[in-house]
């Protein structure tokens, strides 16, 4: 299946440090997102990335896309308590983009 | 304003039942979708409503039945209820059924004894 695939599992840093996460897949893409989930919440979008871009800002968010190696990474810079969540990425199916694949997310843990 | 409502936020019955949960948004938008997250935390895609024609159906048991009644609301409605339905519901929407940001609902917690 498409399903993304996110690494670590779970990641905790103290604050100020920067948080890198990783999401693989197996078959080719219009576009990745990635979605922030507090706990007990529905899901956020973060931030869209399309198959011809290799790299996309908001914030103190930086996402990377490698098609050719089909992974995505996104970077939390200067983290704060308030960036405690699981974090997913999704991808679409290429031809078929009207559905979204998840994967199990990581959980971040941001340390006061 | 709340964007993407689902009601109700838990939900405990015994199995067999039957229950359903509603979604409704306000933001205008031509396509809705299910997704079911398991305790794992791992998020699956059920059903895809765009102007209420069903365009996703993933491999679901058809004691799952999708309604919906306008393109604002996409209800659940779970026959039989089994241990194994246990998990959030999360309800979203998006602007169109292509590739596209998806909006979530607060997601209804589903325990079945």
Redesign the interface.
């Known amino acids: 299946s498409q399903q993304g695939e996110e690494d670590p599992q779970a990641l905790s840093i103290q604050e100020g440090e920067n948080a890198t996460m990783n999401c693989s897949y197996k078959t080719s893409i219009n576009n990745l997102q990635w979605y922030r989930q507090n706990s007990g919440r529905g899901l956020v979008h973060l931030i869209l990335i399309r198959s011809n871009e290799r790299e996309k800002h908001s914030g103190r968010l930086r996402v990377t896309l490698d098609t050719s190696k089909k992974s995505s990474s996104l970077l939390i810079t200067a983290s704060r308590a308030a960036d405690t969540a699981s974090y997913f990425c999704a991808t679409d199916a290429g031809n078929t983009g009207n559905q979204f694949y998840f994967g199990t997310g990581t959980s971040l843990t941001v340390i006061p | 304003d709340t964007a993407?409502s689902q009601t109700p936020k838990y939900l405990v019955t015994q199995m067999g039942n039957d229950k359903s949960i509603k979604c409704e948004q306000n933001l205008g938008h031509d396509?809705m979708y299910w997704?079911k997250q398991d305790s794992?935390?791992?998020?699956?895609?059920m059903f895809?409503y765009?102007n209420k024609e069903l365009?996703?159906n993933e491999t679901v048991p058809n004691r799952f039945s999708p309604k919906s009644p306008d393109k604002a609301h996409l209800n659940l409605h779970i026959n039989s209820l089994e241990l194994g339905d246990s998990a959030v519901y999360?309800c979203?929407s998006s602007w169109t059924?292509?590739?596209d940001?998806?909006?979530?609902?607060?997601?209804t917690r589903l325990t079945v004894l």
Do not use: R
Not at chain 2, 40 to 45: D, E, H, Q, R, Y
Not at chain 2, 101 to 107: A, K
């Open positions: 993407v396509t997704y794992k935390k791992f998020l699956k895609i895809s765009n365009i996703i999360f979203a059924s292509d590739s940001t998806q909006y979530f609902g607060p997601g």
